[in-house]
């Protein structure tokens, strides 16, 4: 509770960012990308963190959320009116993938959800008349910068809210039990696969609505940048390297993840792969309960 409360007291102060620096827009571009980071790191930690679901094809959701504002906005709608289609057809899309893949566990599970990105991505990659294949999509209008920043704001709120509801909540016990005993979970009458689903749906429409904004910031979407592996590891490396499981360690892993990439970006291209998978090994390693966990242990150790 009290890191909740915590992760709530940094996101309001975050609100009067803009209003003491209201032309520091290298800061408040920094932020907006933790925000709309610490929301998809937030979907994510809801199905592989509560129901210990590693998934490696979350990307796909995004993607679809960015390409349908992408299509919608080609097509006249205003992009606020994009944002609920978005979340909404990447979890319907959450749907037709989660019956079948969930009858799969441990790396079986893994390994499918990599082929069901990497099949998300060479559709939208031949669906030239859609998606404009390689070339991609180009919106023509955005939102200024600190429209954008709130909105990443609110998106980020209200997914760590919606987060803290779950794990409290008779279905996050039930994510919970499939985590720790799949089987003893059933047993004591859990439908495994329906709450699993119902898990994953929750995860793509937050998903999905953050693949909108994403679309709104870069103005351009191409299969490799929406449906990307890089996309889905990245995924994946955040809640570990903050406390997978947690409500505040998503956030503080995207943190992490989106200052030390702009500074990667900046000095050492394409190297931004490699830090994080020795961070990421480093924590599996050493503190699998990632940050959040090694600073529970350093406190227990001064106390």
């Given amino acids: ?63 679809i959320g960015a390409y349908t504002t992408a299509i919608l906005a080609g097509l006249g709608w205003p992009l606020w009116a994009t944002l609920p289609v978005a979340g909404a057809l990447a979890a319907l899309f959450s749907l037709l993938i989660g019956v079948p893949t969930f009858r799969l566990r441990g790396p079986y599970f893994a390994i499918a959800t990599i082929g069901v990105g990497e099949a998300t991505r060479l559709i939208a990659l031949n669906w030239s008349s859609l998606t404009g294949g390689a070339s991609g999509l180009t919106l023509a209008t955005t939102p200024p910068l600190i429209v954008q920043y709130y909105l990443a704001l609110a998106l980020c709120a209200v997914s760590v809210a919606i987060a803290a509801r779950i794990k409290v909540s008779r279905f996050g016990y039930a994510l919970a039990a499939i985590r720790s005993d799949p089987d003893a979970a059933e047993t004591l009458g859990v439908d495994t696969t329906f709450t699993k689903t119902q898990a994953l749906v929750v995860s793509a429409f937050m998903l999905g609505v953050a693949g909108s904004v994403y679309a709104m910031h870069y103005l351009f979407i191409s299969p490799d940048s929406a449906f990307g592996f890089k996309t889905s590891i990245s995924l994946v490396i955040m809640p570990i390297v903050g406390g997978i499981g947690t409500i505040a360690g998503p956030l503080l892993g995207a943190a992490i993840f989106t200052v030390l990439r702009e500074q990667l970006e900046a000095y050492f291209p394409y190297l931004d792969l490699l830090a994080f998978g020795v961070i990421l090994c480093a924590i599996v390693l050493f503190e699998p309960k990632g940050l959040l966990g090694l600073f529970d242990r350093l406190v227990k150790r001064r106390g």
């Fill in 1 to 63: 509770m009290a890191k909740l409360i915590g992760s709530l007291i940094v996101l309001a102060l975050a609100a009067v960012v803009p209003l003491v620096a209201p032309h520091a827009e290298y800061v408040l571009g920094l932020l907006f990308l933790v925000f709309l980071y610490g929301t998809m790191a937030t979907s994510w930690n809801i199905l592989g963190g509560f129901a210990g679901q590693v998934s490696f094809g979350h990307a796909a959701f995004l993607g």
